[in-house]
């Protein structure tokens, strides 16, 4: 049973700090560390993990140990929202797993956490307790500094740990979630309010795909202003990549502009791009037990 | 280093020998069987195996030496062209495997096939020994029946083995190259006539891409007749899916019609797939390093 885990740190500026963390997480056997992505104004790094459950636990209170001790969110500032010095942490099922698997395993870890370090928890995504908790947006809401006002709130009780934050660390918040891909969308234009108009129409929020958030803006590709359509693709099993960008080029088409080129940022499990070829190669009767390298893993 | 092998061997009509047979490669440590194809009417079955070198060796040993006992060509008949009970063993690189290691695999096999059973062997493809003995289906020609003939011309001197045949086995042909995909393109017409035009226009042997075989026939699809363009795409990583299929969809379109749909027949490396959604999707600056389960692989 093999288990992703992308927990997001709020250390992105200071790479001794960085690789110290890291190493922690390493030191535990089982745990393979597949990516690290670091961004200095997010002040923000993103850690991909990959092991069993059991593994990962390990890994992830490694994590929060290293994070107590040398983060401190009183004076952490940077770019990107943050409540907790490990701020959110993911576990996505892989191979041989169930988002029920994570699920469970998000729970204990929360509770491990908790215990361990007297830091509150929230469970979010397919772990929440409650439906106005699924969001972390929702749940990061007033960040840090907001935190201890918030945690009175009857609505924000944590699910682990005391009703008081951390007091450098914060709170964190743990769950489960199907794969996301980050996939961006460059249109032949600059005009940003093209971008925002479509990423309007296919985001779940305003009407769109369920599985889409988007959101338009204007980006910097060697030198030129490109407007892109910016998109988390929360389950690609349910809404693929390719209805998706069909929709943006017809869209984009309504509005004389092309699709220039797209990306997708760190990771793809294989499924997502197996699903776009049998789409565009109008493919019948395909199975993914076809694919050489999976039929080579389960025979 | 992962090696595959898909050995043709010349029995698809009796389920009981066939099973035999595949129960003797089975028995080699080391050999994963992957995948098995009979056909009644070819009189013909196809095994998918996966292993490193010295593995896959054993395995392919084994197989000729149950085929030796039980397949007889003086006796066996079927619709496909066969010049031994064994056919042809091609070596296929995978992961970490290189064309060249299966060149000396495929030279390692023909001399032990030659040496354990008194066989004659031609190497083929990419372990040819001369570029008129490349293709298989000239070093088949004539059938089992001529071959008695052919080792006799300079020519048609085997690389390993007796001037004469195997009184029942006949000769077996042994060499190495890139995976091969089998691959169908279903047109919205019963004309076959314009499947042999557009696959005449896409095969290399007529002027068409470099990497392609194929052929427009009529086959039955639920009760209904279907032009079809059968291809053997034999360098996936040169002449890709992709840009085939959307060859032949501007040339059916020029005949006003349009492609109903396509089918993969048995394996495909992943690769193909990633190539054709990278392709479709238009992404850029991506790596199959970004996809999940290769990465998994690898770090």
Redesign the interface.
């Known amino acids: 049973m ?1 288990i ?1 885990c992308v927990p997001n740190f709020s250390e992105g500026a200071r790479p001794g700090v960085i690789e110290a963390i890291v190493a922690r997480v390493r030191a535990e056997s089982g745990v ?4 690290l992505q670091s961004d200095a104004s997010h002040n923000r790094s993103v850690l991909t993990l ?1 092991g069993d459950a059991e593994s990962l636990l390990r890994g992830v209170l490694a994590l929060v140990g290293a994070c107590v001790t040398t983060i401190d969110l009183r004076t952490q500032r940077g770019e990107h929202p943050r409540m907790g010095a490990v701020d959110v942490v993911p576990f996505i099922p ?2 041989g797993a169930t988002i029920a698997d994570c699920v469970s395993l998000a729970r204990r870890a929360g509770e491990a956490i908790a215990k361990a370090h007297n830091i509150p928890v929230f469970l979010y995504e397919d772990a929440a307790s409650a439906p106005h908790r699924k969001g972390l947006e929702d749940i990061r809401r007033g960040q840090f500094e907001g935190l201890a006002t918030k945690l009175k709130d009857p609505l924000w009780r944590p699910d682990f740990g005391p009703v008081e934050p951390h007091p450098s660390f914060g709170a964190v918040v743990v769950g489960a979630r199907m ?1 996301l891909i980050a996939f961006n ?2 249109l032949a234009t600059d005009d940003v309010e093209i971008a925002k108009k479509i990423a309007k129409g296919i985001r779940h929020s305003t009407g769109g795909y369920r599985f889409v958030k988007a959101m338009g803006l204007i980006v910097d590709i060697n030198g030129r202003k490109v407007a892109q359509v910016s998109m988390n693709m929360t389950d690609f099993t349910k809404t693929p ?2 209805r998706v ?1 069909e929709t943006i080029r017809n869209e984009a088409a309504r509005h004389g502009v092309a ?6 940022v ?5 499924q ?3 699903d ?11 199975t993914s037990s ?7 893993r389960t ?1």
Chains 1, 2 share one sequence.
């Open positions: 093999m992703e393979r560390v597949l990516d990959a892989l191979e794969p969308v460059n990549l390719f960008v699709i220039a080129g797209s990306e997708i760190g990771l793809v499990p294989a997502a791009l197996v776009a070829a049998e789409h565009y190669l109008q493919l019948t009767g395909f076809q694919v050489l390298e999976t039929r080579l025979e």
